[in-house]
Nanobody, 119 residues
Framework: QVQLVESGGGLVQAGGSLRLSCAAS????????MGWFRQAPGKEREFVAA?????YYADSVKGRFTISRDNAKNTLYLQMNSLKPEDTAVYYC???????????????WGQGTQVTVSS
């Protein structure tokens, strides 16, 4: 059973930075497709970034966010720079056999970490 635990969320001013971490256990991290999603209040969960041998991003975060992974530590990261109030959401880490931009593409999810960007 794969377990994912996110950390690193918090309150930051617009223009600031945060780095999220996702510690994975119980799976084959080096082979799994990994992704970040986010969900703002009253909105559907949306794709942010994915890593599966290559990286790709939602247009809304391209150039500001960077996804990376440390296979030796079984940890996925999301470096978020130039944060905007509209980035405020609960951020979720996800893992699966295949990568994608939709929530059904992933099999396992973390509990989420809150990111709040003040204006």
């Amino acid at each position: 059973q794969v377990q994912l635990v996110e950390s690193g969320g918090g309150l930051v001013q617009a223009g600031g930075s945060l780095r999220l971490s996702c510690a994975a256990s119980g799976g084959t991290f080096s082979r799994d497709a990994m992704g970040w999603f986010r969900q703002a209040p009253g909105k559907e969960r949306e794709f942010v970034a994915a890593s599966a041998g290559f990286r790709y991003y939602a247009d809304s975060v391209k150039g500001r966010f960077t996804i990376s992974r440390d296979n030796a530590k079984n940890t996925l990261y999301l470096q978020m720079n130039s944060l905007k109030p509209e980035d405020t959401a609960v951020y979720y880490c996800a893992a699966g056999v295949r990568t994608g931009v939709k929530t059904p593409d992933y099999d396992y999810w973390g509990q989420g970490t809150q990111v709040t960007v003040s204006s």
